[in-house]
């Protein structure tokens, strides 16, 4: 069966830090991979998604990147974090055919202070 | 592009009455429609999904949906709810856009009181 792995759970990181966020999935191969970022009332917003190694497309600018060196994992990172970073990450995946549903990470809770 | 909008941001309701969640989507191609459920710093759970066929949708824990093509919605329901259905319930659209990631509505908090 397929599971999707993210950590860490929670971070709590100075202004101007580095991040980086780790996903993998497993038991699956080619998937679509998505990074989404939840704010409080807002839903969940759409940052990142990739069809494949090395494709990422970005969804809105920011002061975050994403890159997919494996075909199954997915990356999430910044060079300089920004108070307004903070928010809950949620990485997923579905199947490449897509239409399907995708399915979820149990998130990481990231707070820059 | 595909969107939803859930018409609902918070739904009070007593254990064991019936309960309806809306959403109405947009899109001007065929769509396939989701609703999660996400309990407090979790990821987030498929309850049920409307790929094609049968409009009438049923999921886990009890809950369905109608795919109502002339309302452009995608209701959820629950004939009596329990306590610990309270939690957070989104609305998702999928289409060929964006790798087939998935729009979600802004969410409704259900909460279940006895």
């Known amino acids: 069966s397929q599971t999707i792995h993210q950590w860490p759970a929670t971070l709590v990181q100075p202004v101007g830090s580095p991040l980086s966020l780790e996903c993998t999935v497993e038991?699956?191969?080619?998937?679509?991979l998505y990074w989404y970022r939840q704010a409080a009332g807002r839903g969940l917003q759409l940052l990142f998604y990739?069809?494949?190694?090395?494709?990422i497309s970005s969804e809105v600018p920011q002061n975050l990147s994403a890159s997919r060196p494996q075909d199954r994992q997915f990356i999430l990172s910044s060079k300089k974090l920004l108070l307004s970073d903070s928010g809950f990450y949620l990485c997923?995946?579905?199947?490449?055919?897509?239409?399907?549903?995708?399915?979820f990470g149990q998130g990481t809770r990231l707070t820059v202070v | 592009a595909q969107s939803v909008t859930q018409l609902d941001s918070q739904v009070p309701v007593f254990e064991e009455a019936p309960v309806e969640l809306r959403c109405n989507y947009s899109?001007?191609?065929?769509?396939?429609l989701f609703w999660y459920v996400q309990y407090p710093n979790q990821g987030l759970q498929l309850l049920l999904k409307?790929?094609?066929?049968?409009?009438l949708v049923k999921g886990i824990n009890g809950f369905e949906a109608e795919f109502n093509k002339s309302q452009t919605s995608f209701h959820l329901r629950k004939p009596s709810v329990h306590i610990s259905d309270t939690a957070e319930y989104f609305c998702?659209?999928?289409?060929?856009?964006?790798?087939?990631?998935?729009?979600f509505g802004k969410g409704t908090s259900l909460l279940v009181t006895p």
């Open positions: 409307y790929l094609s066929g049968s409009t």
């Open positions: 990739s069809v494949g190694i090395g494709q």
């Open positions: 038991g699956t191969s080619n998937p679509n």
């Open positions: 899109s001007s191609v065929s769509v396939y």
């Open positions: 998702a659209v999928s289409g060929i856009n964006s790798g087939y990631a998935l729009n």
């Open positions: 997923a995946w579905s199947a490449s055919t897509g239409g399907g549903e995708a399915f």
